[in-house]
């Protein structure tokens, strides 16, 4: 599988994530949750990533999956240690640490990271921020299908 993934157009310092992905000081993405969600337990190693940042219909980075690891049931306490612990490769701002502090989290570790020539986005509207596809043509202009969750089903 592939996935599409959307990066804060703010990020650390004021930088942007996708930036900071680019530029290698971000090597970890984060999803969470109250419950399991997307993409937990969903994307595994050796799978390709690629960036778009929100607010934009330009996908322009891609990565390689080293790592992942899934939480579940996470106390307070257990999720600031874990944010904490991997800040130096996740680089969260203040508010990025409160969005993310929930009870299931996939944290999710980078390598081969480059950008790429700019692929156009065909955006529909009942996409969310983390897409699983057969292949990024899927979401495409000129080559993109109706996209659905079957790849997403736990």
């Given at each position: 599988?592939?996935?599409?993934?959307?990066?804060?157009?703010?990020?650390?310092?004021?930088?942007?994530?996708?930036?900071?992905?680019?530029?290698?000081?971000?090597?970890?993405?984060?999803r969470g949750a109250a419950?399991?969600?997307?993409?937990?337990?969903?994307?595994?190693?050796?799978?390709?990533?690629y960036f778009i940042e929100?607010?934009?219909?330009?996908?322009?980075?891609?990565?390689?999956?080293?790592?992942?690891?899934?939480?579940?049931?996470?106390?307070?306490?257990?999720?600031?240690?874990?944010?904490?612990?991997?800040?130096?490769?996740?680089?969260?701002?203040?508010?990025?640490?409160?969005r993310w502090h929930r009870?299931?989290?996939?944290?999710?570790?980078?390598?081969?990271?480059?950008?790429?020539?700019?692929?156009?986005?065909?955006?529909?509207?009942?996409?969310?921020?983390?897409?699983?596809?057969?292949?990024?043509?899927?979401?495409?202009?000129?080559?993109?299908?109706?996209?659905?969750?079957?790849?997403?089903?736990?």
């Amino acid at each position: 599988m592939e996935h599409l993934v959307y990066c804060d157009n703010t990020g650390k310092k004021g930088e942007r994530e996708l930036d900071l992905i680019l530029d290698k000081k971000k090597t970890m993405v984060i999803r969470g949750a109250a419950g399991r969600k997307i993409p937990h337990s969903r994307v595994y190693e050796n799978e390709k990533l690629y960036f778009i940042e929100k607010g934009t219909k330009q996908i322009c980075a891609k990565a390689i999956v080293s790592k992942v690891e899934n939480y579940i049931k996470l106390s307070d306490d257990e999720i600031k240690l874990l944010l904490e612990k991997n800040q130096s490769q996740l680089q969260l701002t203040e508010k990025q640490k409160e969005r993310w502090h929930r009870k299931c989290i996939c944290l999710v570790t980078l390598k081969n990271i480059e950008a790429i020539t700019p692929l156009q986005f065909s955006h529909q509207s009942n996409m969310d921020d983390w897409l699983i596809l057969n292949k990024i043509e899927d979401v495409v202009v000129g080559t993109s299908i109706d996209y659905n969750y079957d790849n997403a089903k736990f």
